[in-house]
């Protein structure tokens, strides 16, 4: 362990969520021009028949705001790693409508890979608890309660608010560099493990999609360096999923260090809270930035819960993230979900 090398990253993607807090320079609200635009290319889209799935960032023409597109591209990708974009007009359109719009824009920034075994490339987030009761099988997107911060299996994560919550919900941004740079001012020893990793356990059912067995067969590293390039893959709840079905135990070392980047991370300093109105669109660096929630108060109807469109988005401009980090967002699991999903898909046509 002891010749693991720390990269200390400084610039735009080191803050702290408590700064950011009073500014407004992470959002971009959309303009007139761009309104009208995507109202074209959505009449387009649908007067074609397009399949959401095949939507390309050519058919979704942002010409009107191309300038400022090319800034949130470079911001997410090296600047302080995400942006908000709002004014969307959400009564004006149906969920459908929405969605469509969501991948047109998102499409400029990376192409959409599949998220689950079923197959998803626009995912719903949603508390789905009640219809989804066992929580071995059931990914975190599907349950409700506040979420630690955690990194997603892609380049960018991106969320479209459909709607909010009863109270709370809001969406958690942490930057995975800052805690890395706090950690190596007060625990290096603790970093180290970081970089050295765990053992992960997935959920069954999406390691059984894969065709592998659900717990890695080597630890994962938290984070990774690639020369300038530091990037963080980290999920607590697939080192717990690990400790509750008896893969493993873990050392003290182990234990102190997930507790300690648990605690920096949901520091009220470093997180920054933003509530995502509905037709809010959030995009983030998922190497880069740590996300989790709020504790909410939801709806007990399905239709009035808190409800996000999910994106995750591969950038193949990036340098490719690390083969140990990236088995969770690989071509080879996404072939085997799409695989399995097909069959499931042609099983329930039958
Ligand atoms: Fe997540």
Redesign the pocket.
Known sequence: MSEIQFYRPTGKSVWYGKDLAKSTEWTYQFTSAALAEIDRNLTEVKKRGAKIEEITKADFPLTAMAEDMKALIQEVAKGRGFVVMRGLPRDKYSDEDLGLIYWGVGAHFGRPIIQSHQGDRLGHIMDLSDEEPDPTRRR??HSGGP?HT???ASDI?SMLSLQAAKTGGCSRLASAHTVHNVMMDTCPGLLRQMYEGFLLREPDSDAAAAQRPPLSPYRVPAYTVQGDLLDCYYVGGFVDRGVRAGDFTLTPVEQAAKDAFAAISNHPDIYLDMHLAPGDMQFFNNRSVL??REAFEDFPEKERRRHLLRLWLKVPEWKPIDARQGRYSSDELTRNWEASAQKHRAAAAE
């Open positions: 975190a997107y979420q955690h990194t997603d994560v996300h989790g």
